[in-house]
């Protein structure tokens, strides 16, 4: 390209960006502003069948559906705060969403101290979305939490559904494609910005949490009684996988060291208990959209560990195949900021600094299938889609089959996979609903023991960039929790499974 013409390329691009913002901004304040006692606000939040709920909950937190779910939203700022007081003046009251991380903390708390288990979802969104009432992603989440509440319908002893919605400004202007394209840029480093600030404050409270009221439910011969499922999209992705990707090589490589040392610590059974600690019981990114170098150091870790049985992942990466925007969009924006990038080691790491991981053949660790048309695949069970046009009895013994199905599933694959003694090294599971994943086998890597798997899906599990809430892939995320819930026993999850 000629000086002449890069200059004027530059010009089209300020002028585009200037237009932008001349168009608008999107708001830099906090969404969720009322910040309420759901113990003196008896006001409810339903959703319908849209996700949309009543314009007096547009900026509540949390939305409450009394026998369904709560839905908390913690917000940060493009510097990763908390969000500050209002700009309204010296003596003005604080902004209540400053309060939002601790008004989250103080209602689990209530609710664990009161013996009552509780299942966690979070979902933290991507580019182009925010905290708003009408953001699609926001919809589709409270659709996700009612599916999750509906889930507990098999249990006697149902767990309450406790949903978090992490709002940053990832829609940094009111103008449509492909203008907002040009954000791409700031909104990556507005991520990197987050990950990296007050939301690890939000992840160290929630694991305390978790460890505290776990150990209590085990000493007093009880479930778990807290669970955690934590889902980042796109940008999100970055920003959950950098707050979390730190305490998972921690807890990786502590099992993998010290598996040759006396325990310090046994229980009855004098085994070994410091067993890889999860961070969350499970942590899935859906078309993350970071460098797939940063993704280096745990995929290295975890492919360390070998096991002679079934464990569940603790991290799990998915990415579409048709997935252009971190397929073709983001390398060619990589090209751009890392011209100046030198790397030292090999064509590898020339392709990891401007590749996702999900499309970076060198860490991809498994695939993903949709269905074949297979009918007799879990005869009798139903689709998500479905399981939400129903209502009352009908819903319950439906969703009372599905588990029962799921749970045989499981077991007759993990009953399969153990017999072996040793874990092959590659294998194929097939799950309700049809979709199929296999060990994507690869030199010199065991990837059928990795705790951390990173997907590649077919377009039916995830049609392009932004069908995260895609009816498939929640289907066989949830089956995958699922496992994470067996018995012991089931699952051979304990120490004596690590080599």
């Not at 995320?477 to 012991?488: A, E, I, N, S, Y």
Request: proline share 5%; aromatic share 8%; net charge negative.
């Amino acid at each position: 390209m000629t000086a002449g013409k890069t200059m004027r390329a530059f010009a089209a691009y300020f002028v585009l960006v200037a237009s932008a913002t001349l168009s608008g901004c999107a708001s830099h304040d906090a969404y969720r502003t009322q910040v309420v006692n759901r113990r003196l606000d008896s006001t409810q939040c339903p959703a319908n069948s849209a996700g949309e709920t009543p314009l007096a909950c547009a900026h509540r937190t949390p939305e409450v559906v009394d026998g369904k779910y709560e839905l908390h939203f913690v917000e940060f700022d493009d510097q990763g705060w908390v969000h500050p007081r209002t700009n309204a003046g010296p003596d003005a009251a604080p902004d209540q969403s400053a309060m939002q991380i601790d008004a989250l903390i103080d209602d689990l708390k209530q609710n664990l101290r009161a013996r009552k288990d509780l299942k966690v979802i979070m979902f933290i969104h991507g580019w182009k979305h925010d905290a708003s009432a009408d953001d699609d992603n926001v919809k589709k989440f409270r659709r996700l939490l009612e599916r999750a509440a509906s889930d507990e319908l098999y249990q006697q002893s149902k767990r309450q559904v406790i949903g978090i919605y992490v709002g940053w400004r990832g829609k940094p202007w009111l103008v449509p494609d492909p203008v907002l394209d040009l954000s791409f840029w700031s909104r990556k480093e507005t991520a990197s910005r987050v990950s990296t600030g007050s939301v690890r404050e939000l992840f160290a409270r929630l694991r305390s949490l978790q460890r505290y009221f776990n150990l209590e439910a085990l000493k007093d011969g009880r479930r778990p009684a807290m669970r955690t499922l934590m889902i980042g999209h796109s940008f999100g992705g970055l920003i959950l996988y950098s707050a979390t990707s730190g305490p998972l090589i921690e807890t990786l490589t502590e099992e993998t060291d010290l598996a040759d040392l006396p325990p310090l610590h046994t229980n009855a059974s004098n085994e070994r208990t410091a067993e890889a600690e999860r961070v969350a019981d499970m942590i899935v990114l859906v078309n993350p959209a970071f460098e797939a170098s940063r993704f280096e150091a745990l995929y290295r870790v975890a492919n360390r560990q070998t096991h002679r049985c079934y464990v569940p992942p603790m991290f799990m990466s998915i990415t579409s195949v048709s997935d252009d925007a971190t397929g073709i969009a983001f390398p060619a924006g990589r090209f751009v900021n890392t011209i100046f990038e030198r790397p030292t080691s090999s064509a590898a790491q020339v392709k990891a600094i401007k590749q996702t991981p999900g499309h970076d053949d060198a860490y991809i660790t498994h695939l993903l299938h949709g269905p074949d048309g297979n009918s007799a695949v879990c005869k009798g069970w139903t689709p998500g889609d479905e399981l939400l046009k129903l209502t009352d009895d009908t819903l319950a013994q439906k969703v009372k089959t599905n588990k029962q199905l799921e749970v045989a599933q499981s077991q007759a694959f993990i009953a399969q996979l153990n017999a072996h003694g040793t874990a092959p090294s590659t294998w194929q599971r097939t799950f309700c609903g049809g979709a199929t994943l296999e060990v994507k086998p690869m030199d010199g890597m065991d990837h059928a023991g990795t705790l951390v798997w990173n997907i590649k899906a077919d377009a039916s599990i995830i049609n392009g960039h932004g069908d995260v809430m895609n009816h498939a892939l929640l289907d066989f995320v949830r089956q995958m929790f699922g496992d994470t819930d067996l018995p012991k026993d089931v699952n051979h999850t304990h120490s004596a499974c690590a080599d």
